[in-house]
């Protein structure tokens, strides 16, 4: 499987300097400045391109994934499920179907493991639980599958606002300090039965007016190849945050760009971009 580390290409939803032109102002700024090819991916029906892009297992293979969740199943959002084979035909991306109900925002990934919240047994419930990790298994191409309770209120159940790969062996999660003991426990006793050690970095989405606000979540940073970048929210607990990442991804560079205007919607770097390796 391709993980972030080893992307050097960007894909952006063309909606988004449509719903959010202020910000992608900055961040088209950024990128250019930081010398990352991109691209603008046409017809896209909303801006979380991660959700609904397939999965890059090798450099040609693909594997696209129904992204269709039980939480846009309202007329007010149903509107907003893009057509991915039609975005895949116009980079002329081929991909491997599969009805599997997957948002690429709950697979957190590194070359040969693969992390998900236990809302993918929510969505599939039509296919046996053994049977489904075995055919994930398989389209994914790895040796292991790690399953972890997906955190209380989040009404997506992603896990890529959780938890990140620093190798195989370690990962960064949230200090969920604050969060239910029952929950934060599963989390890490989930992680460490996986044979995984984490390193927590700050968290504080508690300032915000409602659940669906993502400000203060700073693990949903975009990794690739060179660099890290890395959503800032003006909070106090953020230079504590961005400095344990730059000593974690110290042979990368590290930057930030201010992520209140998507978080506010939900969502931060990681769920606006699709990035792989050409």
């Known amino acids: 499987?391709?993980?972030?580390?080893?992307?050097?290409?960007?894909?952006?939803?063309?909606?988004?300097?449509?719903?959010?032109?202020?910000?992608?102002?900055?961040?088209?700024?950024?990128?250019?400045?930081?010398?990352?090819?991109f691209e603008l991916l046409q017809n896209t029906n909303d801006v979380w391109a991660v959700d609904y892009m397939p999965i890059q297992i090798e450099q040609?293979?693909?594997?696209?994934?129904?992204?269709?969740?039980?939480?846009?199943?309202?007329?007010?959002?149903l509107k907003t499920i893009s057509n991915t084979d039609e975005i895949c035909k116009t980079i002329n991306i081929e991909t491997i179907k599969s009805e599997i109900i997957i948002d690429g925002g709950?697979?957190?990934?590194?070359?040969?493991?693969?992390?998900m919240t236990d809302r993918i047994f929510i969505d599939n419930p039509k296919i046996e639980r053994k049977k489904l990790i075995k055919q994930l298994e398989k389209l994914f191409q790895i040796d292991k599958l790690i399953f972890v309770p997906?955190?209380?209120h989040d009404f997506t159940g992603h896990s890529d606002g959780m938890v990140?790969?620093?190798?195989?062996?370690?990962?960064?999660?949230?200090?969920?300090?604050?969060?239910?003991?029952?929950?934060?426990?599963?989390?890490?006793?989930?992680?460490?039965?996986?044979?995984?050690?984490?390193?927590?970095?700050?968290y504080n989405v508690y300032e915000n007016p409602s659940n669906d606000y993502a400000n203060g979540?700073?693990?949903?940073?975009?990794?690739?190849?060179?660099?890290?970048?890395?959503?800032?929210?003006?909070?106090?607990?953020?230079?504590?945050?961005?400095?344990?990442?730059?000593?974690?991804?110290?042979?990368?560079?590290?930057?930030?760009?201010d992520g209140n205007e998507i978080a506010n919607?939900?969502?931060?770097?990681?769920?606006?971009?699709?990035?792989?390796?050409?």
């Open 265 to 278: 919607d939900g969502g931060i770097i990681n769920c606006i971009t699709w990035n792989i390796k050409r």
């Open 1 to 37: 499987m391709i993980a972030d580390f080893q992307t050097n290409f960007l894909y952006l939803a063309d909606t988004l300097p449509i719903r959010y032109p202020n910000f992608y102002k900055r961040f088209e700024s950024l990128l250019n400045e930081n010398h990352i090819e």
């Open 106 to 115: 709950n697979v957190t990934k590194y070359t040969d493991i693969v992390i």
């Open 164 to 202: 990140r790969f620093i190798d195989n062996q370690n990962v960064i999660i949230n200090d969920y300090a604050k969060e239910k003991t029952e929950f934060s426990r599963a989390f890490e006793i989930a992680l460490h039965n996986a044979g995984l050690n984490y390193e927590k970095i700050p």
């Open 60 to 77: 040609s293979k693909f594997v696209r994934f129904t992204y269709n969740p039980p939480y846009l199943q309202t007329k007010q959002y």
């Open 150 to 152: 997906e955190q209380p």
């Open 217 to 257: 979540d700073y693990i949903n940073y975009l990794q690739m190849e060179n660099i890290v970048i890395v959503p800032i929210f003006n909070l106090k607990e953020e230079d504590n945050a961005v400095k344990q990442l730059e000593h974690i991804f110290s042979s990368k560079k590290v930057v930030t760009i």
